[in-house]
């Protein structure tokens, strides 16, 4: 919406209930951007007023990273860890941000000088998250008693901030979960082919899985897995005899 259906939604809110949701909508700037180390992020407002004297980025609440006086040609950029990889869109006041690592990850906070003498400001969440390597499961234990099957499955993917989850053939394991430990009981009415772990941020997962074999044993790889692997190996071999 732009400012001038801002302002007609604002005189009819009381008649119209859906303009009033609009406006609402526009002004929730409290879901933090989630975004993936490495990445070019733009730290957008689509409501920002058009006349104002003067615009300013902050990386945290003293910190800046750029301010534009509208009167001069460019914005000042400041000496910050930012200087080489932001940029300012004069037309709309985005900030564009290059190659963003963990560390970047803070509450942005835009400041709006109006031609009022008012300040208008918001403040834009953003994390940013490496990708998640690809876990490694440990087994820990695997006992068979009375025709059950004890298993005890550590899963840890050399990152901090994730979460572990662990699958079977019928979807997701909820069973006693702690950490990435996977801690069940198998009867062979309930064993699944495999277990995998999951290990996942909000932007992205990796896995790792390990196969079973009844009554209680546990493989690295499936057994469809080694076929191909055997022909792999023995192809070029064999291959390899004849034109001797
Ligand atoms: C399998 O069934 C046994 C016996 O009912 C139960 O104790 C165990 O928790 C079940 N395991 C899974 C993974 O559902
Ligand atoms: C496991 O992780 C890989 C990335 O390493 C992904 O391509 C694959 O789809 C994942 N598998 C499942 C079942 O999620």
Redesign the pocket.
Known sequence: MDSEGLKWCLALQLLLPHCFLETRIQGQLADAKLVLSGSSVSLQLSNLTKNYLRLTWFYTTNQKILEWETNRPTPNYFNTKFKDRVTLDLQNGTLHIYDVQEEDSSTYILKVMLMTGFEEEWSIPLRVFDPVPKPDITIEKTQEMNNRCYLILFCTARIQSVNYTWYGDSGP?S?RLQGGVLN????P??SSKFYRCEASNPVSQNNDTVYFIPPCKLARSSGVGWIPMWLMVMVPTILGLLLI
């Open positions: 394991i069973e069940i009981t198998v009867i009415q309930n």
